[in-house]
């Protein structure tokens, strides 16, 4: 998901294509694609953040041991 702040960015330089999640999903950062709209770069770049996002607040993957 993106931030408040990350959203803001898209809806300001790619309006048509980003729209927040109405209600409480959206302000978590939820954000619905138009996919009539959308350029695959732009919202290729979109999923960049939000996956960037979900790895900071889950920490990295623990390692697994080999035998």
Known sequence: ?????????????????????????GEKGATFVILAMAEPDVVRHGDGVAEGRAKISVGAPPAIARS
């Open 1 to 25: 998901m993106l931030t408040r702040d990350d959203q803001a960015m898209m809806r300001e330089t790619s309006a048509d294509m980003f729209e927040p999640v109405p209600g409480g999903w």
